[in-house]
C-alpha cells in the first residue's frame, strides 16, 4: 500500500454540507500497511468508493469530536468494515463525547457498533496509543464540543498533525511543532472571525511550526465564495511554506515531504 493522504471530502460547515458544494466524507492515511479513516462525516462511505478507498482495509477509525461533519457515519462505517460484527477488527480511537456523550449531547456511536470491534480507545490530550510502529498522540483543540481533540501521526518517515476544528491558541500550537505537514481545518478565510481557523490564523501557525507541507481544508461557505486557492496562494506568499487548498478526492504522499527522507538522501552524496 503505497502512502497515502486521501481527502473524501473539504467541506466544514452546515450550508457547504446541506447544498454538498464539497463532500464531508473524512480523510484516509494510508502508511506503513495500515489504513487510517480519519473523522467520518456524512457520505463516508460512498466518497470511499467513489475515490478507491477499500474500507475493510481499515486498521483503526477517528473520531476526533462528536459533530456531525466528523463523526456521523462511524456507525456505518465499523458495520462496513467488520460486517455488523461477524468479522470482529479493527480499532475506534475517540474523545469521550463520541463514545459516551455529555450531559448536553448523546454519543454519535452507538452501543451496537462498540462491541463490533476488537477494541474501543478513549484519548484526551497528551495521550497517546501505538499500533505497532506508529504511535497517535491527541492534541487540544479548542471547540464547541470540550473534548474536541486533534492528533498527531508519528510514523517512521513523517510526523503529520492533524488540528480538527479549534480555534486558534498559541499553547495549542505549541504542539504541533516538529510536525513534517500540518492537515489544518480551515474554516474561513482572511480578515474573517469566527470560532474556527481562518486564513490568518494559518500564517501564524506556519510561522511557529515551520512545517515542510500545509494543507488546508474543511471549508465554511464564506471559504468556498473568497475561494480556498486564492487563500492558499496569499498564505504561501506570506510563509514561503508549500500550502495546498484540498479538493474532493485529493491525494498526496506524505513520505515526499519528510524531513528524515531527505536527510538520508543528502548523506548519500
Known amino acids: 500500500?503505497?502512502?497515502?493522504?486521501?481527502?473524501?471530502?473539504?467541506?466544514?460547515?452546515?450550508?457547504?454540507?446541506?447544498?454538498?458544494?464539497?463532500?464531508?466524507?473524512?480523510?484516509?492515511?494510508?502508511?506503513?500497511?495500515?489504513?487510517?479513516f480519519l473523522d467520518p462525516g456524512p457520505g463516508a462511505l460512498a466518497k470511499a468508493a467513489e475515490f478507491g478507498v477499500n474500507v475493510r482495509d481499515t486498521t483503526a477509525i477517528l473520531a476526533s469530536h462528536n459533530h456531525l461533519r466528523h463523526a456521523n457515519d462511524v456507525n456505518a462505517l465499523i458495520s462496513a468494515m467488520t460486517y455488523s460484527g461477524l468479522d470482529k477488527k479493527g480499532v475506534l480511537i475517540c474523545n469521550k463525547t463520541v463514545f459516551s456523550g455529555n450531559e448536553k449531547e448523546q454519543p454519535l456511536l452507538q452501543n451496537?457498533?462498540?462491541?463490533?470491534?476488537?477494541?474501543?480507545?478513549?484519548?484526551?490530550?497528551?495521550?497517546?496509543?501505538?499500533i505497532e510502529n506508529i504511535e497517535i498522540r491527541a492534541i487540544?483543540?479548542?471547540?464547541?464540543?470540550?473534548?474536541?481533540?486533534?492528533?498527531?501521526?508519528?510514523?517512521?518517515?513523517?510526523?503529520?498533525?492533524?488540528?480538527?476544528?479549534?480555534k486558534y491558541n498559541s499553547e495549542i500550537v505549541e504542539s504541533y511543532k516538529a510536525s513534517d505537514i500540518l492537515l489544518l481545518n480551515t474554516l474561513n478565510p482572511f480578515k474573517t472571525k469566527g470560532?474556527?481557523?481562518?486564513?490568518?490564523?494559518?500564517?501564524?501557525?506556519?510561522?511557529?511550526?515551520?512545517?515542510?507541507?500545509?494543507?488546508?481544508?474543511?471549508?465554511?461557505?464564506?471559504?468556498?465564495?473568497?475561494?480556498?486557492?486564492?487563500e492558499a496562494r496569499e498564505v504561501q506568499k506570506?510563509?514561503?511554506?508549500?500550502?495546498?487548498?484540498?479538493?474532493?478526492?485529493?491525494?498526496?504522499?506524505?513520505?515526499?515531504?519528510?524531513?528524515?527522507?531527505?536527510?538520508?538522501?543528502?548523506?548519500?552524496?
Not at 10 to 30: E, F, H, K, N, Y
Not at 112 to 130: A, D, H, S, T, W
Not at 219 to 226: A, P
Open 140 to 166: 487540544g483543540a479548542e471547540h464547541t464540543d470540550p473534548d474536541t481533540i486533534g492528533f498527531k501521526f508519528f510514523t517512521p518517515n513523517f510526523i503529520l498533525t492533524y488540528s480538527s476544528d479549534t
Open 238 to 269: 506570506r510563509t514561503g511554506v508549500q500550502i495546498i487548498a484540498a479538493m474532493d478526492g485529493m491525494q498526496v504522499n506524505p513520505v515526499s515531504y519528510s524531513v528524515n527522507l531527505r536527510q538520508r538522501t543528502l548523506n548519500l552524496y
Open 112 to 130: 451496537f457498533y462498540k462491541e463490533c470491534l476488537e477494541r474501543n480507545i478513549i484519548l484526551e490530550p497528551g495521550k497517546r496509543v501505538g
Open 1 to 36: 500500500m503505497e502512502p497515502k493522504i486521501i481527502f473524501l471530502g473539504t467541506g466544514g460547515d452546515s450550508l457547504v454540507t446541506a447544498r454538498q458544494m464539497r463532500a464531508c466524507g473524512g480523510i484516509v492515511i494510508q502508511v506503513e500497511g495500515y489504513q487510517f
Open 195 to 230: 470560532d474556527q481557523l481562518n486564513s490568518e490564523d494559518v500564517v501564524k501557525i506556519i510561522e511557529k511550526v515551520k512545517p515542510k507541507l500545509t494543507i488546508m481544508h474543511h471549508f465554511g461557505i464564506k471559504m468556498i465564495k473568497s475561494d480556498p486557492l486564492s
